[in-house]
């Protein structure tokens, strides 16, 4: 299962989230997003633990709303990721951040960048893809979007 850590502010970001989501079911791999999955009852606590605790990769999806005011759940996931040793753990940047900004745990991951005005959204997939299932990616010239598998 994927694990995926991100602001739902900007609408856009949230939106953006939601369609990685369906890209990477189509890809079949489970996918965990809080909206779908907390309902208002629920203990969000647990329902983060239960979630990290089963899954075998996590997306941090970074903007610059989520590093400055969700830092508490932020700080809490990435615990709960740091002690599932075999999860893969893919960085996402959404807007430019740096080694200030991320901070000392994502400073220490492999970063990939994926702006919205992003002109090869298929071969920022692909770097994703291959960051969840330990792939190498292969050259860069091969990540274009001509070059990217259609499945997905």
């Keep these: 299962m994927v694990f995926i850590s991100y602001s739902r502010l900007p609408e856009e970001n949230a939106e953006f989230v939601r369609q990685l989501a369906a890209r990477l079911r189509a890809a079949n791999f489970e996918v965990w997003l809080d909206e779908e999955r907390i309902s208002v009852a629920d203990n969000i606590q647990e329902k983060i633990v239960e979630a990290i605790s089963s899954a075998d990769a996590a997306?941090?999806?970074v903007n610059s709303r989520w590093l400055q005011t969700d830092r508490d759940f932020i700080q809490f996931e990435i615990s709960l990721v740091g002690d599932q040793r075999a999860a893969r753990r893919v960085v996402?940047?959404?807007e430019p951040a740096g080694v200030?900004?991320?901070?000392p745990y994502?400073?220490?991951?492999?970063?990939m960048e994926w702006y919205p005005d992003d002109p090869q959204p298929d071969a920022r997939f692909w770097e994703i893809y291959c960051g969840i299932t330990g792939t190498p990616p292969g050259p860069r010239r091969s990540r274009s979007?001509?070059?990217s598998p259609r499945r997905w």
């Design 145 to 147: 979007h001509s070059a």
């Design 106 to 111: 994502f400073c220490t991951l492999n970063r």
């Design 100 to 103: 200030k900004e991320l901070g």
């Design 92 to 94: 996402v940047l959404r």
């Design 59 to 61: 997306l941090f999806v």
